[in-house]
C-alpha cells in the first residue's frame, strides 16, 4: 500500500472551509488548475467526490462533512507540533530529570539546585545517579537526561557539551593533622599516608605522575570511589586527601585544605547531554539553573 501525500491533508482542510476552488487557490496561492488537480486527486484519494457542483457553486457530500472537523484538527494539531516551542510554564511543569554526576557533586551543588527548582518549578523532581565510568550509553538511550564531568575522548562526539566550571586538585587534612602547620613541601607531602581516590585501584593518576618526576613516590593506604568519602575519612584520620578544590567546596568544612607543592593542570567540569533535547524547552531551563548554581557556588 502506497504512502499517502500528507500535503493533501492541508488542500483538503482549506477546500472544506472555502467550498470553493477558486477561494481556495488563492489562499494557498495557487493558480485555480492546479488546485482543481489538487482536487482531483483528493478525489483520487478518498474514494469521494468530496464538492460537488449545486447551481453556480459546490457543495460537500456527506463524506466530506463527516471528514471538515476532523481535518481541521489533523492540520491545527500537526502544525502545532512543527511550530517551535513557546513559553514554558514552569509553575504548571511535571517532570522527572535522570541526572548522572561523580561523587561529592551532589552534596557540593545539590543543595542550592534543588532550592532553586523547588522555587521556580514546585513540580520538577530530580533524581540523582551515581556515575561509575564515562560511558555514553545512558544519554544515548534516554535513560539519563544531564550528566556532569570532566569531557573526555571516551565521551560520545554527537553530545553536546557546556563548561560549568574550572577546578584544581587540592589537599585536605584534618585541622590537627600535621600538614596543617608549617610550609608543605613535596617531600612533607609524599610522606603522609593517602587515601586513593580511584574508580579501580590500579588506577594512577595525575598526582602520582607529578611526585615521580620529583623522583618522590607517596604510600596510599587506603582506596575510595568517591571524594566524599575520601574526606570523611581524612577528617577522622591522619589520612591525606586529594580532591578537586570547587567540586568539594562545602564538603570541607572544619577541616584543613592547602595548595599541593607542585604543579597540576587544571581542568574544566562541564555538563553533557544529547542532542535530542537541545531545544527542549524544558532541558535547556534545568541547564540554565545547574549552570547558575555553579556559577554562583564560587
Known sequence: MSTPDLNLLVTLDVLLAEGSVARAARRLHLSPSAMSRALARLRETTGDPLLVRAGRGLVPTPRALELRERVARLVQDAETVLRPAGHLDLKQLVRTFTLRTRDGFVENFGPALLARIAEEAPGVRLRFL???????????????????????????????????????????????????????????????????????ELDKGAVDEALERLGLSREVATFVAGFSTALSLARSTDLIATVPERHTGNLRTRMHSFELPFLLPTFTVAMLWHPRLDADPAHRWLRGCLRQVCAQLE
Open 130 to 200: 551515581q556515575k561509575p565510568d564515562k560511558d555514553s550509553a545512558p544519554l544515548r538511550d534516554g535513560s539519563v537526561d544531564l550528566e556532569t564531568g570532566v569531557v573526555g575522548s571516551s565521551q560520545g562526539p554527537e553530545l553536546l557539551t557546556q563548561a560549568l566550571f574550572r577546578d584544581r586538585f587540592i589537599g585536605v587534612v584534618r585541622r590537627e593533622h600535621p600538614l596543617s602547620q608549617g610550609e608543605i613541601t613535596p617531600a612533607r607531602y609524599a610522606a603522609g599516608q593517602h587515601i586513593g581516590v580511584a574508580r579501580r
